[in-house]
Each structure stands twice: as C-alpha cells, then as structure tokens.
C-alpha cells in the first residue's frame, strides 16, 4: 500500500464490488482511509468509510413471500382535517396492498392512543391473496379518525404481529400527521428497545403537524428511512415505489464484522448513507471482533463510517501496521460471493503535513452531519421566535449542502430561504415560513448523496479526488488537499496566493 487515500478501488467504479457472474448473487466490500496519524495526538482515532454492495440479488426470480407487511395508519382525530389527508392515506395503503404477492404476510393497523388490529381481524397476519386484498382495501378505507397518538402501541403491536409471521424481512410502514403526545400510554423508548432488531420501519410525515426529528429517533432504530410529502395526492405514488423496492429485497440481514488489532478498539460503526443509521455491536467473538447487523438488502449499495482508536505506545513509525480487519457475512447466504476481508491500516508519524490530513469521503459524510446539525439548530431557533438565529443556521445549512451537492436538501432549503451566495452562506429568510417547512427540511438532511467518485471530473480538484483533506486557512473547514480553492469559503488555496 503505497498511498493513504484507499485501501482498493471504489466499489461504485465498474468492475468492482457487486461484478460477479451473471446469475449470481454477490456481496462487495471497499474500505476508504488517510492512514496517516501523528504519534503525539492526544487520543489518535482513524476514521473510514466503508463501502457495502450487494449485486445479483434478485437472480432467484422474486421474493415477495420473503417480506411481511405491516401497514400502521394514523387514524387521530387531526387526520380528520382537512380531508385530504386521510384520503390519500387511505389511498396509499390500497396502493400498497395491490402490490403484494400471492402469499405475503400482512396486516393492517389503526393508530390512535391505542393500536387496533383492522385486518385481519384475527389476531395473526393474513397471507395476501385476491380475497384477502379485496377484504382489506374495504377495511382500510372505512378507517376514521379520531383519537389521539401513541406510536409506541402502534410499534408495538407491529412487533408482536411480525414476530407470529417470522418471515424472514419483517416491514412497518408507518404514516402519521401529528407528534406523539401520548407516550406516557406506552413510551417510545422502551417499545424501540423491543423492536429494534426485529423488523425494519420506514416513516412518513404528513400534514403539518408532525415532529421530523421524532421520525428520525424511530427510522434510525429501526434502519429504516424518514420521509415527508408536502402534497397529500403524492403519497399513493410514493408508497407504491417503496413497496415495490421492498419486494425486490431477498438478504434479510447481513453482516459486518470488525475485528481490532491489539491497541486498538472499535468505538463505532454508523450507516451513513443513504441515509443514517443507529448500529450496535449484537455480540463479541473471542478474539475481540464486533458483529453489527444490517437489515433487508436489495441490489443496493451502502456506505458506514467506522471509527477506531488507536495507540501508538511501542509502535514502529514510518510502516503500514494493521490496526484493524473488516468483513462481510451474510448469514445462511450459501452461494453467495463475498469479497474477502480488508485490512485497515495505520502509519504512525510525525510529519505534520502528513497527519493532518483526512479522507475526502469521512470528511463528506461528517459535512452531511453537520448540515443535520445546522438544520436542528435552525428549527430549535426558529421555534423560539429567534428568527435571525434561524436564518443564521440556515445559512450554514445552505453553505455546507452547496458543498456536498446536498441537491434534495438545497431544494428544501430555498422553500425557506431566498440564497443569496451559497458558498458564502448569505441567505434571506422568506416571508410566511410555516414550522413544518423545518420538519421537511429535517427529514430531506437524513438522506445523504453517495460522496465523491473515484472518477471524480470536477474542477475543484487537480488530481485524485479520494486522497485527503486538509484544513482551509480562512474558515477552517476540511477540504479536498488538492483543491485550487475552498469550496466552503472560496478562499484561494493555490501556494503564495
């Protein structure tokens, strides 16, 4: 390994990750690093990102069967008003029953303070088929609201319902208008605990009563995905694409290993992208390795960001050492191609030119952070009456989207925002900003891009894109170490400017 910036090719270029035979169902794996760090840090930690593709996964022909549904509808009395909104719930739900295969699990709850069973009305899942669609869409669209919003009860009956089904990828699709002023009845805390592990939700927000970041708390337990719609006619459309991605998924779980090297210790592996995701080690082997699980692959490609301390005490400088090595599994995948195991390394040293640099996909995925960040803190003001602080932060956010090419976020944040300068920042607040607008924006800086290609053409770099990150002069963010100027700032990077 002679360079710092990736221990293989990308696994987005052609060739790589994801490329066997045809026919055949595969699992990639590529880890991107900058090996270098000073042997006088205080408490040295090296950062990679690690790239997951799965590829060929639907060359069994289908897996329907495999997915259980559970569709949660909020049925509060808000759902109520104005009446669109429990139409078009009740339009997506009928979208999404239509799309199950012939002997699908599934069920359908109504959320109020309390859950309660709608179909089937036994206390186990039915197993789709004409006459069960049939009998389900009639129930789903006599639903009525009223009530109040307990989540947890939802989740929970979820739980239990999915549990009985034990098929193999568990599914809650859930949609509420309005935040979760019941929690006493049943607290979300304790029922995520429950679920976390055993099935896999994706939320939606609708109306203009709902809590982004309260979504988020959930999709992220549960490695699923917080989404919103601003118009109630698209929600059909929107759940009948889920539903058909969600078919297409036949790897109820795979796994990735970390095993750390002796001075070393794995303080963290997060999902982020495409969106983020809460990981925690589900059991230690005897030499030291953490196994996190992920849930319900298709043919997909996902990024996680691990996090290593490490201690140089004894340690020879100036060598490529292995600090630590990642694997992938997919239990019970017999027949499936896995990429062999990667090291990731460390090179202990005192050039500071050298340790001060960073990986330019760590630093892509930690500005995606700090845009969710500027966005929390926008809503936070903005909720406070504290509109110049608002738009302040909002400003940020736009700088730090405008970097990343956020594209989804910036489209969002110019509902909120008249830009007058991204990459300085200088944002307007629009006149008759409304709170929901921030739960929107809330949900869109949950969905991360993919970070920057191998391949990458852009001006702003002179050579390899992935090498490193240095820190700009003026506004002291990370930036690419090959960049002519900062593309936070603009400041001119170029020697002696």
């Given amino acids: 390994m002679d360079t710092g910036a990736s221990v293989n090719e990308h696994a987005r270029n052609e060739g790589t990750a994801g490329s066997g035979a045809v026919g055949t169902t595969s699992v990639g794996l590529d880890l991107s690093q900058w090996k270098y760090l000073s042997r006088e840090a205080r408490e040295p930690q090296m950062h990679a990102i690690l790239t997951v593709e799965a590829d060929g996964t639907q060359s069994g022909g289908g897996a329907g069967p495999m997915l259980a549904q559970v569709l949660a509808v909020d049925c509060s009395s808000s759902m109520a008003y104005p009446q669109e909104k429990l139409r078009a719930a009740h339009q997506a739900a009928v979208a999404a029953l239509r799309l199950l295969p012939d002997g699908t699990p599934f069920a359908v709850v109504r959320g109020t303070q309390s859950a309660d069973l709608v179909y089937p009305t036994t206390a186990s899942m039915a197993r789709a088929d004409a006459r069960h669609r049939a009998r389900a869409e009639r129930a789903v669209l006599n639903l009525v609201a009223g009530g109040g919003t307990c989540i947890g009860s939802w989740l929970d009956l979820s739980r239990r319902l999915l549990i009985d089904a034990d098929a193999p990828i568990g599914h809650v699709l859930l949609l509420t208008d309005g935040k979760n002023q019941h929690d006493e009845l049943m607290p979300l805390s304790e029922v995520l605990d429950a679920c976390a592990g055993r099935f896999v939700c994706d939320a939606w927000g609708i109306g203009d009563g709902w809590d982004g970041r309260e979504l988020l708390r959930i999709t992220s337990r549960l490695h699923g995905t917080a989404s919103s719609v601003r118009e109630e006619a698209s929600l059909p459309e929107e759940y009948a694409r889920l539903t058909r991605r969600l078919l297409a998924k036949s790897i109820p779980e795979l796994v990735i290993a970390v095993t750390p090297t002796a001075g070393a210790r794995v303080r963290s592996l997060k999902q982020v992208f495409p969106t983020e995701v809460e990981l925690d080690p589900v059991g230690t082997d005897g030499d030291g390795t953490l196994r996190f699980v992920t849930r319900a692959w298709g043919d997909e490609i996902r990024r996680y960001q691990l996090s290593l301390s490490a201690d140089p005490t004894g340690m020879p400088p100036g060598e490529d050492l292995q600090l630590a090595v990642v694997a992938v599994d997919v239990p019970g995948g017999r027949g499936v191609e896995v990429t062999p195991p990667l090291p990731c390394v460390v090179h202990w040293t005192d050039d500071v030119a050298l340790s001060g640099r960073s990986d330019i996909q760590v630093e892509h995925f930690e500005r995606h952070q700090r845009l969710g960040e500027a966005v929390a803190a926008a809503t936070d003001a903005h909720r406070g009456g504290r509109r110049d602080e608002a738009r302040h932060h909002l400003g940020r ?101």
Wanted: glycine content about 6%.
């Fill in 397 to 497: 956010a736009v700088q730090l989207a405008h970097a990343i090419g956020a594209e989804q976020a910036l489209d969002r944040l110019e509902r909120l925002v008249e830009v007058l300068d991204a990459e300085a920042g200088r944002v307007r607040l629009r006149p008759g900003v409304a709170a929901v607008d921030f739960e929107h924006l809330i949900t869109a800086s949950s969905h991360s891009t993919y970070g920057p290609d191998a391949d990458s053409t852009d001006d702003v770099f002179l050579g390899d894109p992935v090498a490193a990150t240095v820190r700009c002069p003026s506004c002291r963010e990370r930036t690419p170490a090959t960049a002519r100027f900062c593309p936070l700032c603009g400041h001119d990077l170029r020697e002696g400017a």
